[in-house]
């Protein structure tokens, strides 16, 4: 049977851009895509780089604070939302334009049309066209929900944060994962009086223990007024009018507040609403995500899904190496599974989070251990006279001997982390780490000289 082309991508994402990009430009195959938003999907357009780019921006009062304590004449005056929107907009629009050269320069046709699986090998588009494809790689993302109560659509969702007009005076930030965490230090930081109610006992839920417990002591320490245990039992709008103007809030605490905005930040969907999926033969599972197999496939053989909308590990740089593993295996002919094991992260909170493999207590069930950890003040906030700590911890097995866990709470410590990263990855054990000659003076030096460990379990 002939097709159209040998690959359909649904979705204009990292990892379907990847995707068929490389089917197209290194295999040679005849590659479609099509996107009904903008090319570059959540991470580009609507996630980590305007949100990057907002942690920078608000980290300016903090440089200009501590500027002074080091004899410079600062003032950090006021923030321009409307010049950085301005900015921010114009190098989404030129990141988008990159995306969809590199799909054209390698050959890829797009269409800017919303798609709908018609069967194992049709696609049909918004546009009327129907298209027949060898394989169909579905790389359609996720979007954030609002929880399911009354008036929910008076909150924004994160999509919503890059577009506003102005900035809200205050803020009621609902949720404890990533997304709250690094919206309310940022907002915090632009000048923005930041509430946020989570519902459970402590932020970031997954997360080793005392890494989650510093980074919640330090959002509360720079003035976010953090009520962990506290919900919304009820929203209105106080002038009865649905688009925009104050919200008043109950909380299951009994308290009763104003914001100017609320946004939650209560989890993410994938999609795959409306795309004849379950039809077409394609197993959804509980939250609506595509069940896939290590190499992507999904139960209709000429089927593919990768990245958000397969709820694995919901990260662009891992949706990217599924997108890179789905050609290697199905246009190279080398069957190549997804390693989602020890992937490093950051949570871009104020201080920075940056971690690999299990937390102390993930690891304390798995097996015996050795904890080696410091919390200290750095020496530039230190000589400032503020009192931000950090937090260096690794766990190590102690059979082994292997480090199983590395977590760093600290300015930078994305960046840090990338580097431990390859250590871990490569089963590095904790003596390999005590060889490794300190980089002086620097805050990550601390990883390689705790000598002894701070506790067992
Ligand atoms: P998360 O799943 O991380 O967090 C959702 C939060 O909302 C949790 O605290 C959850 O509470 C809470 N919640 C869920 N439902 C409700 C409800 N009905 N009422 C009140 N609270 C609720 O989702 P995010 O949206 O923050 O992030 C989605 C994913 O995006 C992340 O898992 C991550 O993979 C990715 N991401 C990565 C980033 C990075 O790498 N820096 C940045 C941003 C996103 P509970 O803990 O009790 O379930």
Same mark, same amino acid.
């Given at each position: 049977?002939?097709?159209?082309?040998?690959?359909?991508?649904?979705?204009?994402?990292?990892?379907?851009?990847?995707?068929?990009?490389?089917?197209?430009?290194?295999?040679?195959?005849?590659?479609?895509?099509?996107?009904?938003?903008?090319?570059?999907?959540?991470?580009?357009?609507?996630?980590?780089?305007?949100?990057?780019?907002?942690?920078?921006?608000?980290?300016?009062?903090?440089?200009?604070?501590?500027?002074?304590?080091?004899?410079?004449?600062?003032?950090?005056?006021?923030?321009?939302?409307?010049?950085?929107?301005?900015?921010?907009?114009?190098?989404?629009?030129?990141?988008?334009?990159?995306?969809?050269?590199?799909?054209?320069?390698?050959?890829?046709?797009?269409?800017?049309?919303?798609?709908?699986?018609?069967?194992?090998?049709?696609?049909?588009?918004?546009?009327?066209?129907?298209?027949?494809?060898?394989?169909?790689?579905?790389?359609?993302?996720?979007?954030?929900?609002?929880?399911?109560?009354?008036?929910?659509?008076?909150?924004?969702?994160?999509?919503?944060?890059?577009?506003?007009?102005?900035?809200?005076?205050?803020?009621?930030?609902?949720?404890?994962?990533?997304?709250?965490?690094?919206?309310?230090?940022?907002?915090?930081?632009?000048?923005?009086?930041?509430?946020?109610?989570?519902?459970?006992?402590?932020?970031?839920?997954?997360?080793?223990?005392?890494?989650?417990?510093?980074?919640?002591?330090?959002?509360?320490?720079?003035?976010?007024?953090?009520?962990?245990?506290?919900?919304?039992?009820?929203?209105? *709008?106080?002038?009865?009018? =649905? +688009?925009?103007? %104050? #919200?008043? $809030?109950?909380? /299951?605490?009994?308290?009763?507040?104003?914001?100017?905005?609320?946004?939650?930040?209560?989890?993410?969907?994938?999609?795959?609403?409306?795309?004849?999926?379950?039809?077409?033969?394609?197993?959804?599972?509980?939250?609506?995500?595509?069940?896939?197999?290590?190499?992507?496939?999904?139960?209709?053989?000429?089927?593919?899904?990768?990245?958000?909308?397969?709820?694995?590990?919901?990260?662009?740089?891992?949706?990217?190496?599924?997108?890179?593993?789905?050609?290697?295996?199905?246009?190279?002919?080398?069957?190549?599974?997804?390693?989602?094991?020890?992937?490093?992260?950051?949570?871009?909170?104020?201080?920075?989070?940056?971690?690999?493999?299990? *937390?102390?207590?993930?690891? =304390? +069930?798995?097996? %015996? #251990?050795? $904890?080696?950890? /410091?919390?200290?003040?750095?020496?530039?906030?230190?000589?400032?006279?503020?009192?931000?700590?950090?937090?260096?911890?690794?766990?190590?097995?102690?059979?082994?001997?292997?480090?199983?866990?590395?977590?760093?709470?600290?300015?930078?410590?994305?960046?840090?982390?990338?580097?431990?990263?390859?250590?871990?990855?490569?089963?590095?054990?904790?003596?390999?780490?005590?060889?490794?000659?300190?980089?002086?003076?620097?805050?990550?030096?601390?990883?390689?000289?705790?000598?002894?460990?701070?506790?067992?379990?």
């Amino acid at each position: 049977m002939s097709f159209d082309y040998d690959l359909f991508v649904i979705g204009g994402g990292s990892g379907g851009v990847r995707a068929a990009r490389v089917a197209a430009g290194q295999t040679g195959a005849r590659v479609a895509l099509a996107e009904d938003d903008r090319y570059g999907g959540t991470c580009v357009i609507r996630g980590c780089v305007p949100k990057k780019l907002m942690v920078f921006a608000s980290e300016f009062p903090e440089i200009a604070e501590t500027g002074r304590a080091y004899g410079w004449n600062m003032t950090e005056g006021d923030f321009d939302w409307g010049v950085f929107r301005g900015k921010l907009h114009a190098e989404l629009d030129r990141l988008e334009g990159i995306y969809r050269n590199l799909l054209k320069n390698s050959g890829v046709e797009s269409f800017d049309a919303r798609a709908r699986i018609k069967d194992a090998h049709t696609v049909a588009l918004s546009t009327g066209e129907e298209f027949t494809a060898k394989h169909i790689l579905v790389a359609t993302g996720g979007r954030p929900v609002r929880p399911d109560m009354p008036n929910a659509h008076l909150g924004m969702v994160s999509d919503d944060i890059f577009l506003m007009d102005k900035l809200p005076k205050s803020i009621l930030i609902v949720g404890g994962g990533y997304i709250a965490c690094e919206f309310a230090c940022v907002l915090h930081g632009l000048g923005v009086e930041v509430t946020q109610y989570y519902r459970g006992a402590q932020i970031l839920r997954g997360f080793d223990e005392e890494a989650r417990g510093l980074i919640a002591d330090a959002m509360c320490e720079r003035g976010i007024n953090l009520h962990t245990g506290t919900n919304i039992v009820d929203m209105q *709008s106080v002038s009865g009018d =649905a +688009e925009g103007g %104050p #919200i008043r $809030v109950k909380a /299951t605490n009994g308290a009763e507040a104003e914001f100017d905005a609320v946004l939650f930040a209560t989890g993410r969907a994938p999609n795959t609403d409306n795309m004849g999926l379950e039809e077409a033969g394609v197993e959804l599972g509980r939250g609506g995500e595509i069940v896939v197999d290590a190499y992507s496939q999904t139960r209709v053989p000429s089927i593919y899904a990768i990245g958000d909308v397969t709820n694995r590990v919901n990260l662009t740089p891992v949706a990217i190496r599924e997108g890179m593993a789905f050609v290697e295996t199905v246009f190279n002919g080398n069957p190549t599974p997804v390693d989602h094991d020890l992937i490093p992260s950051a949570v871009f909170t104020q201080p920075e989070f940056g971690t690999i493999g299990l *937390s102390e207590e993930a690891a =304390a +069930e798995q097996e %015996p #251990i050795e $904890v080696y950890c /410091t919390s200290f003040r750095p020496m530039k906030t230190s000589f400032a006279d503020r009192p931000d700590r950090v937090l260096m911890k690794l766990i190590v097995s102690q059979e082994t001997r292997k480090v199983l866990g590395c977590h760093i709470v600290a300015p930078d410590a994305g960046e840090m982390i990338q580097l431990a990263g390859i250590a871990v990855k490569m089963g590095a054990t904790k003596e390999d780490f005590d060889r490794t000659v300190a980089v002086h003076p620097t805050m990550s030096e601390e990883l390689v000289t705790m000598k002894t460990p701070t506790r067992t379990a």
